[in-house]
C-alpha cells in the first residue's frame, strides 16, 4: 500500500510536485494552502493537524521553496503525530528558478532546510564585468569559503584562476571538481612563506586577489593564540603587502562577524587584519583594498549543520552550548557571490557587511531538527565554550551602515579611528615575537588585550 502523501503549497513548486509523484504511481491525497482555493486545497496551513488525522497521512511534503526559514520551522513545530513523516523543497536558487520541482529536488529536513533564508538573486552581470578577463589569485582556496569563492570566479569568466592553499587533501579534491579547466592552476603554499609567496606573486601577476585564508575556529584558536597570530595576522600582512610590491588592482579581504568587538583570539586576529587593511590602504596605490564582514555558514566545515548532522546520524543527542545562544546564518553560495559583488562595489579601505537576515537560536533551530528528523532525540547543553559570545554583530556602530546599489551588501562609513602608522609598528613588533617563538601564548593573548580587545 502506497504512502499517503499531503504536500504543502498550491503552487508551481507544489502543482508540478504533485504531478510527477502521481505519474509514478504515487497517492497525493491533497495540498494545503493559505491562498488558494482549489478543490484539492484540504485546508489551511494551520490546519494540518486535523488533515493529517483525517486523511491518515502518512507523509508531508512542504513545496514552498519562498518561505523563511521561520516559516519552516513555525509549521514543522505545529505538527503533533510522531507519526508523520516530513520533507521540504530545499530553498536555493537553483529550485527557485526552475518552472517545475520533481520528487528528486526533494531532501530531508536538515539543518539547511532549517536556517535557509531566501535566496539572493545575484546580479551574474555584474560579477562577470568585474571578473571578465582578468587573473585572479585566491589564497585559502581550499576551504569552503575560498573553494565555493573559485568555482564562481572560474565560472563568471576570469582569464586565469591561481588556487593557493597548504592543505593537500583539500586542494587534491578541489582539483578534481575543476578538471578540465585549463586556465586553473593549483599551488600548495604557506601564506606565511614571503619567498614562496613572492615567487608566486611574480610569476603569476594577479590583477585581483581574494584572501580567504585564515584560520577560523574560536575555542581552537583560543589555546593557540601563536598560530592564530602568525598565520591571520602575519600571512594577512605578507599577502597585503606583496600585493601592494605587484600593482594588484583588487585586494578582498574575507572577514568575519567576530571581529567585531572582538572577545576571543580568532577575532581579534581578524579584526587586526582589518586595520592592516586600513592602514595599508593609500590612494597614491594602485591597489584597492576591500573587506567583507559575514556570519556562519551553515555548509562550512566544523559549521552547525555537519555537528547536527553527524550527531542524528550516530543517534546522540545534539549538542547546544547555552538556551540562547543565536547565530547569523548563510549559504556558501551566497556569501561567495557577495563577496565577489562587494569586490566590484567597493572603494579603497571600504568595509562591508552583508545582509544575513535574522539571527537564530540555536536552541530553536535544534529542537525543530529534532521534531522533523527523529522526536526520540534530545538536547544536551554544553556551556559557553573558552571565547564563545552569545550574540554576534556585525558592526560596531548600526547607525554608521549605509546601502549600497545591491540590496544585499552594505557599507561601514567610519567605523573607528586609529593611528595607522603607530598600528602597523606595534603589530610588527608583535610578530618579531610571535613568529621567533619567543613569546608564550599568555603573553601573546595579553599583546592582543593591549590592543584594546577584551579577549576572555
Not at 86 to 103: G, H, W
Not at 361 to 371: E, F, K, M, T
Not at 415 to 425: N, R, T, V
Amino acid at each position: 500500500m502506497s504512502e499517503r502523501i499531503l504536500i504543502v503549497g498550491h503552487g508551481a513548486a507544489g502543482i508540478s510536485l504533485a504531478e510527477d509523484i502521481r505519474s509514478r504511481g504515487g497517492d497525493v491525497v491533497g495540498f494545503l494552502d493559505d491562498r488558494s482555493t482549489s478543490d484539492e486545497v484540504l485546508g489551511t496551513l494551520g490546519d494540518v493537524n486535523e488533515v493529517v488525522a483525517a486523511h491518515a497521512i502518512d507523509l508531508v511534503y512542504f513545496a514552498i521553496p519562498t518561505a523563511n526559514s521561520a516559516k519552516v520551522r513555525e509549521f514543522i513545530n505545529s505538527i503533533y503525530s510522531s507519526a508523520v513523516d516530513i520533507a521540504i523543497v530545499p530553498r536555493t536558487y537553483d529550485i527557485l528558478s526552475k518552472e517545475t520541482v520533481n520528487i528528486n529536488d526533494l531532501t530531508d529536513v536538515d539543518v539547511l532546510d532549517l536556517v535557509g533564508r531566501e535566496p539572493v538573486k545575484h546580479n551574474v552581470v555584474v560579477s562577470q564585468k568585474f571578473l571578465a578577463g582578468k587573473r585572479v589569485l585566491v589564497t585559502g582556496s581550499a576551504g569552503s569559503i575560498g573553494s565555493r569563492l573559485t568555482r564562481h570566479i572560474v565560472a563568471a569568466g576570469a582569464a586565469e584562476v591561481l588556487c593557493v592553499d597548504w592543505w593537500e587533501n583539500g586542494m587534491f579534491y578541489l582539483g578534481q571538481t575543476l578538471t578540465g579547466r585549463e586556465n586553473v592552476a593549483l599551488r600548495i603554499a604557506d601564506i606565511k612563506n614571503q619567498a614562496h609567496m613572492k615567487a608566486i606573486f611574480s610569476e603569476f601577476a594577479p590583477d585581483i586577489v581574494f584572501h580567504a585564508a585564515a584560520y577560523k575556529h574560536v575555542p581552537l584558536m583560543q589555546s593557540n593564540a601563536l598560530e592564530a597570530i602568525n598565520n591571520n595576522v602575519w600571512g594577512s600582512l605578507n599577502v597585503m603587502r606583496l600585493a601592494i610590491e605587484h600593482g594588484v588592482s583588487n585586494f578582498v579581504y574575507v572577514s568575519t562577524d567576530k571581529a567585531v568587538n572582538p572577545v576571543n583570539v580568532m577575532g581579534s586576529t581578524k579584526r587586526i587584519g582589518e586595520m592592516l587593511m586600513e592602514s595599508l590602504a593609500d590612494p597614491a596605490s594602485p591597489t584597492r583594498f576591500t573587506a567583507v564582514r559575514f556570519g556562519n555558514v551553515i555548509e562550512s566545515n566544523g559549521s552547525v549543520m555537519q555537528i547536527f548532522r553527524s550527531q542524528i546520524a550516530k543517534r546522540e543527542p545534539l549538542t547546544v552550548t547555552h538556551p540562547e545562544v543565536t547565530r547569523f546564518f548563510m549559504t556558501i553560495d551566497e556569501a561567495s557571490q557577495l563577496i565577489i559583488q562587494s569586490a566590484a562595489l567597493g572603494k579603497d579601505s571600504e568595509i562591508f557587511v552583508l545582509d544575513m537576515g535574522e539571527p537564530v537560536r540555536i536552541l530553536d533551530l535544534a529542537q525543530s531538527l529534532i521534531r522533523a528528523v527523529d522526536p526520540t532525540l534530545t538536547i544536551e547543553i554544553t556551556g559557553l565554550r573558552p571565547g564563545e559570545k552569545m550574540f554576534e554583530e556585525l558592526s560596531y556602530e548600526p547607525d554608521r551602515v549605509d546601502r549600497t546599489t545591491n540590496q544585499k551588501i552594505f557599507v561601514v562609513r567610519g567605523e573607528k579611528q586609529f593611528d595607522h602608522s603607530a598600528f602597523i609598528a606595534t603589530i610588527e613588533s608583535l610578530l618579531q615575537r610571535t613568529l621567533a617563538y619567543s613569546i608564550s601564548h599568555d603573553d601573546a593573548v595579553k599583546a592582543l588585550r593591549e590592543l584594546g580587545f577584551e579577549i576572555k
